[in-house]
């Protein structure tokens, strides 16, 4: 049964009647551009067909009340009295409500059924697509216009003041603006983006890109996190610009000398990532699915010398990930020490590539893989139910 089909099913049963509404928002996986989103640079993230889906139906009283199928939970809470207690998803949909009454935004209630097939903790960005969802949802019951962009930055800030996490603009901008079959440029200072279509092989097959979990989770990195964004502010201040993303590679060789050496490697990843990360885009629109393969194999040789945020474990998955005939390239994606890898695939041999991976990664580490296979979808929509 498919997450439409159980959401409209589960809401029939709750509510006694099909649901009016039907809405949807993807997770993502990043192909390339890492640690670069907080340096001002580039970023290339897809939106993949796992994704949350919500049935719902309007309400007149200001009051949201929602069932997750996945939690076996309902959440209520009141527009005109938001209150976080720290209860864990709901705190999500709070937080976007939150954010779009303080910019403006008259809400109306509604109240419905909640399921998705992001998987938790991977990396992949559920609460991404959970946020956008739920500003998919309040836009269609209250009648306002979808802005993409800016219903990305609403729910960037719901995650940012209302739950607490810190992060870029990357996840929310992929989950509401992803388009099928592509991936999505995105300049994260000025917010601009570019469509760029995942490229065939040689032969004309599709291509297919490839999640491998290595089922290791990252640790207690909020530090070291903290200290590769302190590392790279230094060097920015060094070079005397607004961010890493200013500074050019013939600049940094000039001068990488005068660095402290590691602030300097920490600098050379993200120059250079940068760089790797717009010439990807220029590979998938000249159809170069090689070229895009040896970028990412690049990227995670420089994550893994000059950032230091790869594991063991990464390290194994990405080698035999780049081992096999299929494959064009491979590299960590995420924030690192743990997660998951990316590989770009010949479609005609997905099959024997995850087989093959899957055992050598097992072999190696004695730890069993969470293995993929995605295409780029659409973000945040409404389905005709």
Known sequence: MSLQEKVTA?????????????????????????????????????????????????????????????????AVFHLNNLQNTKAGWSEYLKGVAWALQENGYALRGWEGILAGNVPKGAGLSSSAALELVTARAFQQVSGFAWDAAQMAKLSQLAENKWVGMNCGIMDQMISAAGQAGHALLIDCR??????????PTLDGSETAVVILDTTTRRGLVDSAYNERRQQCEAAAEFFGVQALR??????????ADNLA??????????????????????????????LLGQLMNESHISMSDDFEITNNE??????????????????????????????????????????????QYQQQTDLIPKIYVCQPSDGASVINP
């Open 314 to 359: 990464l390290n194994v998955m990405v080698t035999a990930a780049q081992a096999q005939p299929g494959c064009f390239g491979a590299r960590m994606t995420g924030g690192g020490f743990g997660g998951c890898a990316v590989a770009l695939v010949h479609g005609e041999q997905v099959e024997e590539f995850v087989t093959a991976v899957s055992q």
């Open 10 to 74: 589960a809401f029939q049963e709750q509510f006694g009647t099909p649901p009016p509404v039907l809405v949807r928002a993807p997770g993502r996986v990043n192909l390339i551009g890492e640690h670069t989103d907080y340096n001002d640079g580039f970023v290339l993230p897809m939106a993949i067909d796992r994704e949350i889906w919500l049935a719902l139906r309007p309400r007149d009283d200001e009051q949201v009340l929602v069932h997750s199928l996945d939690f076996g939970e309902t």
């Open 246 to 255: 200013d500074v050019s590679i013939a600049e940094f060789l000039e001068e």
């Open 190 to 199: 000025s917010l601009e983006t570019q469509s760029v279509p995942l490229p």
């Open 261 to 290: 050496p590691l602030t300097r490697k920490r600098a050379k990843h993200v120059i250079t990532e940068n760089l790797r990360t717009l010439n990807a885009a220029k590979a998938m629109q000249n159809a170069d699915a090689m």
